[in-house]
């Protein structure tokens, strides 16, 4: 039976790391902050955002939001975010996406400021999980699953890790991350050839499934004793949250697993957390 | 015996559709004009500028030579590079490096603007690369190794594509690029586990050997019926020219190989000027 690695312990360690040094901002005179920009009431949105606040409370992180009508113009939005860059008693952001089709988001993406974009949306954030520099911040997803190989000892360093998916928010920042971890790293795909998928599934020591479709990972894509992080979040036949791994028939086979719910999405909004406190601190520095 | 994946032909091709658009550019009033900035008289940096000038020259793009003392102070040198940044008759830089050891070579990157950047070296480029937008240029090398597929008709779409190497100049973009054309990629680095590294070299429908180490590519390390394109630039033992494969020993066994001397090495220039192109281009849209 695999080791359930579950995202909640990861969070709360975060969370104490991040506690403490909050408290050393707040002793320099500095009150870490997040803007929160939201458009519309999207339930989802409202969803993480309740969670979000919650954890910034927990943590000691003042938190302002920004919410307009689903049908702000784009240029009063422009207009709002460089007010956000200007202002020096906000250290991050966090705009939701995806914004109304009448706002171009890659617009939206290229006005913020690199230095306070906590979720990996700036080209900035991008170059920076690129070159392995500190310029911007990786996707929060995508940082969290190193976190939790990290909290539950899995050393990447000389293994073969396998990504599946390679989208801008997880596959492919994850991918270089591990990378800079030393992994020898595979990235999967809606092209990769099935037998391609399974031998490198099957032959990765640990994998990352970001594909975003429900359960399509099973044995028959995977090996044995392997770590597996589901970043996955769908919705089953039967209306159950479910990752993209098959849970059941994969967990017997695994070293350890994520769940879903209670795996990598428990530890986003910690990793978010951590993201306002770097970038608070980078402004002492 | 294998195809010869020679540099030449690709070059050639390369610059007869550079001078096409130089000379519809020219038509419009814009002399495309590339800025070569160089510190000191590295034997190196003379010879490529040398290959440069004659392949600008071909091309019908002109070009304005920055030629400074080695002993140059980085604030006089980034002077210029804000000078090169504001003048609209330039539209790309290409920057000498490494620099002289007094001079922060981040900071000479930080200051080209991302528009101008001919080799990939500044974030915006990286992020560019990263994200498959047309943010900057990608660095010329590792555009190269593409180039020589497209043009000896290797389909990446569905293959498995072994990158040998993680550095920013080539092995890190070129994967990402050989990622945009749907392969499956899969890099290897020094620390990757000998047994990985035979296996995903084995396994591979194209290899993309850039590792410099000379010769340190053999038949172990290959499959059969393989595309190798081998970025190394090494002197051999008895001070040849060498690549990182061992070509004697791999050639036979391979579908096609680039020789070194006169493979990828033979396109950088005319994928410089293609860049020098698109940039003039870009000013136009």
Known sequence: MAELLKGK?????????????A???KANGIIPTLAIVRLGENPGDLSYERGALKRAEATGIAVKQFVFAEEMAQAELLDQIAA???DDRIHGVLIFRPLPKHIDDQAVCDALAPEKDMD???????????????EG??????????EILDYYGVDLSGRKVTVMGRS????????????????????LHSRTALEDFQAAGAGADVVIAALGRAKMIGPDRLGRDQYIIDVGINVDEDGKLCGDVDFEAAEPLAAGITPVPGGVGSVTTAMLMKHVIQAAERTVK
Chains 1, 2 share one sequence.
Request: charged share 15%.
């Open 84 to 86: 956000i860059n200007a």
């Open 137 to 146: 911040f990786p996707p929060c997803t995508a940082e969290a699953c190193m």
């Open 23 to 25: 408290e050393k901002l």
């Open 168 to 187: 801008l928010v997880i596959g492919k920042p994850a991918a270089m991350m591990a990378m800079d971890r030393n992994a020898t790293v595979t990235v």
């Open 9 to 21: 312990p990861v969070a709360d360690r975060l969370t104490e790391q991040n506690v403490a040094r």
């Open 120 to 134: 990996g949306i700036t080209s900035g954030s991008m170059a920076g999980v690129f070159m392995g520099t500190e």
